[in-house]
């Protein structure tokens, strides 16, 4: 978010402020290899690498962690269930029968939802998102208008799904490293439930066989637990990841490596990096009223403004750096304006680092002004 500024309003931080910062180390030289690379601070908000990270590519599997989250809105909505059972189309069995990866589903065969979205998040099988798809949503067109729909909510401007599951087509799907990050926010921060059972797992159990992931992360790095691989030949090898540390949530993006140990070393590394030269420092709690905002037209002239959810600062390890703060939004702000509703941004410089937003909600409910507030606004307003 990074609306015009119309109020500028100091923080009492946490943390101390200084008049300088230092840089943290460089990143490991096996993070260069990847042509795309991305690390971002969920709990803070920054980005502490970035690569190319607004170049368009081909996500290959990748494109199933937004199958996957467009399940679980499904789920969350009640309109699909995790015991519910489908039932294989006979030409999607056919069509897709060792296409890539698969659980190889027969023709009509019955399959648990929870089965099938396992083998889309855990073994990447291509026929299980189509089934998914189609069982859920009718058609795989229906649920890729689905996809693109949810990649709009997101602000994901620089991706297009064509397919529920990444097999190649001729460039339709597409991503940026920056949209996957946003991505995977939506499935970590909005799903937390079903993020934690589909993701991040070594393997999955299926007609009495052992399938193993091809995730770097999953059961190797302390506090990994997803998100999702990719490849192809045009793509190469990519991988989505997280984890959390000591309450530290890293998300990161490495894409057109080319071999599956080098998109493996890179990740660790980037991840490693980011525990290592890297210190959370506490911003403010959520629901911390920090400033307000004025608003035209309502029973209030001025409305608090809060931290979302609660905040950290990520600074190189061992510095306090200068910080300065200023709230951020297009304005004066209109009535009405519901509590909880997302209207500024709290915009965070670090010395040395880039420019960051965090979001602010108000804190209460401001409704449209009857006759006597409008006469009192408006002779308050001749005095300001």
Sequence with gaps: MKPSPLLLLPLTLALPITAGGAAPAPVPAVVGKAPVALLVDLSAGQTLFARDAEKRFLPASMTKAMSALVAFDLIKAGKLREDATFTVR?????????????????????????????????????????????????????????????????????????????????????????????????????????????????????????????????????GADGIKTGHTFEAGFNFLGAVERGGRRLVLVVAGSWSEPQRADAAKA??????????????????????????????????PLALERGFSLTVPKGTTPAVTTRIVYTGPLKAPIAKGAQVAGLEVTIAGQPVHYLPLVTTRPVNPAGPIDRLVNGLLGAFE
């Design 90 to 222: 006979p030409e999607t069995a056919a069509r897709w029968a060792g296409k890539g990866t698969t659980l190889s589903l027969r023709p009509a065969e019955q399959v648990l939802v929870r089965d099938l979205l396992m083998g889309v998040t855990t073994v990447s099988a291509n026929d299980a998102s189509v089934a998914l798809a189609e069982g859920a949503l009718g058609s795989t067109e229906a649920w890729t208008a689905a996809m693109n729909a949810r990649a709009r909510e997101l602000g994901m401007t620089g991706s297009h799904f064509a397919t529920p599951s990444g097999y190649p087509d001729r460039g339709a799907t597409y991503v940026t490293a920056r949209d996957l990050v946003r991505l995977a926010k939506a499935l970590i921060e909005q799903h937390p439930q079903l993020y934690r059972r589909y993701f991040g797992h070594q393997a999955m159990d299926w007609r009495g066989e052992r399938l193993v992931s091809h995730d770097p992360f999953a059961g190797v790095m302390p």
């Design 270 to 303: 980037l991840a490693e990096w980011g525990y290592r030269e890297w210190d959370a420092r506490p911003l403010g709690a959520a629901g911390q009223v920090i400033g307000e905002a004025r608003v035209q037209l309502g029973d209030a002239r001025r409305v």
